[in-house]
């Protein structure tokens, strides 16, 4: 697949969440997930669009910072920006993509373990249907991660070769789950 259309797809997927602002469940819930995906479309044109992986997996870092800000709801959790930048800022000084991939996979395992508490929380914002494509996403996003450190394992750390047949399972994963996330935050009308 074209390194120009995944990019595109991902941009969709923004536009498509951008889009869904009047018929969101809830405003504040529909800004994190559009600040979510509009750091994960910097991130991605850096990654997909420029190769540069150090760039790329520092946005993707902020990214998560928005899915988290919107499972905890109206706990506030704004000293996370500051705090990330703290460790991205070195990091990126050093030029050490280990370093922020530490970074980086902390975050996300944060982001999936508050994703599952909120889903399993009955007094949110957000009705199941909704929590339930944004943990479908967050899964999908995870298993994405872990064919990108498969496919990368031979390079930064002399793993075998043969890992990077990973490669295709990354786009399997992650564009559906864009569309999930991109979609978590729309108003559904479910059938009792």
Request: net charge positive; with cysteine.
């Amino acid at each position: 697949m074209n390194f120009y259309f995944k990019f595109a797809y991902i941009a969709l997927c923004f536009a498509l969440a951008i889009g869904t602002y009047k018929f969101s469940v809830n405003k504040k819930d529909w800004g994190w997930l559009v600040a979510g995906l509009f750091f994960t479309v910097i991130a991605d044109y850096f990654l997909v669009l420029k190769n540069n992986h150090l760039y790329g997996v520092a946005v993707f870092g902020f990214a998560h910072v928005c899915y988290i800000n919107r499972a905890v709801e109206t706990r506030k959790a704004w000293f996370l920006f500051p705090t990330v930048f703290v460790f991205v800022v070195p990091a990126l000084y050093f030029d050490s993509i280990i370093m922020l991939s530490g970074i980086y996979a902390f975050l996300f395992l944060a982001n999936i373990f508050i994703n599952i508490l909120f889903f399993k929380n009955k007094k949110t914002c957000l009705p199941k249907i909704n929590k339930t494509l944004i943990l479908a996403g967050l899964v999908l996003f995870a298993l994405c991660d872990v064919n990108v450190f498969l496919f990368n394992a031979p390079k930064y750390l002399g793993a075998p070769s043969w890992l990077t047949l990973a490669l295709p399972l990354i786009w399997i994963f992650y564009l559906p789950s864009q569309i999930l996330l991109a979609v978590s935050a729309f108003r559904y009308k479910v059938i009792q």
